[in-house]
């Protein structure tokens, strides 16, 4: 793996005051190689370059430590998890955190059960299926201290998906690709009825790059009302936009 200069990445790292040692090097290395050997005969990404991918993949993915402190947290649910982001490299960086990968597509599943075992990445567990039924009570409801996700869907269908998994007193951290003011005024409603309140926005650029990213902080202050999540596919048809 000598042929990759590994300077962005570490760079992007420090940013977030992050030092990364030999073997997490090495972990962000094959991971990149597993990405673009399965993404041959899969769609994963459409980034692929690899500078590219350690600055909008991986050190995007570790945004998130410029607002929450990470060490304090036990458990993360990575929901709409796609190729992994930002799941593994919160893994990679944060070896502590109990991380579990919920997406609704089998392949994808596939290829992260083999990043994890390549990786040798302990506890760390894939559930195929919709965020709507394992948020059902019983399964993963309220079980996490952290929710995230960097799924393109509307802020206020994001909160209906992942608000569920918080336990009160944890945060749901959405990671959004462009400034999201009026999103957010949209979305501000629906938060408050799922049990949720604003702690935080941030704006920032991302690291070696001109390309703006938004962080929102939602602190969960209340359970969930049982009626959600809705039935599977009603959150992204009907967003609650009119509560």
């Known amino acids: 793996m000598n042929q990759y200069d590994t300077t962005l990445l570490e760079k992007g790292m420090d940013t977030y005051s992050i030092s990364l040692t030999d073997r ?57 998890t796609g190729a ?20 609704s597509l089998k392949k994808r599943i596939c290829f992260l059960d083999e990043v994890i075992k390549k990786l040798e990445l302990a506890d760390v567990e894939t559930l195929h299926g919709r965020a709507e039924d394992y948020a059902r009570p019983g399964l993963e409801r309220e079980q996490y201290d952290l929710s995230v996700s960097r799924a393109v869907a509307n802020l206020t269908t994001l909160a209906e998906y992942c608000l569920p998994f918080v336990r009160k007193g944890g945060f749901f951290v959405s990671y959004k690709a462009e400034k999201v003011t009026e999103e957010l005024d949209h979305a501000e409603k629906a938060i408050r009825v799922l049990g949720g309140k604003i702690k935080e926005k941030k704006n920032f650029i991302l690291s070696d790059s001109d390309l703006h990213r938004t962080i929102l902080l939602i602190e969960k202050i209340k359970e969930t009302p049982a009626r959600f999540p809705r039935k599977a596919g009603t959150p992204s048809k009907e967003p609650l936009f009119d509560l």
């Open 24 to 80: 997490q090097i090495c972990q962000f290395l094959t991971y990149y190689e597993l990405l673009i050997e399965w993404n041959s005969v899969m769609n994963l990404t459409g980034i692929t370059e690899y500078e590219e991918v350690v600055t909008k993949h991986f050190i995007d993915s570790l945004s998130l430590a410029g607002c929450v402190n990470l060490r304090k947290i036990g458990s993360v649910i990575d929901v709409g």
């Open 84 to 103: 992994g982001f930002p799941g593994i490299p919160l893994k990679i960086v944060f070896p502590h955190l109990k991380i579990t990968l919920l997406d």
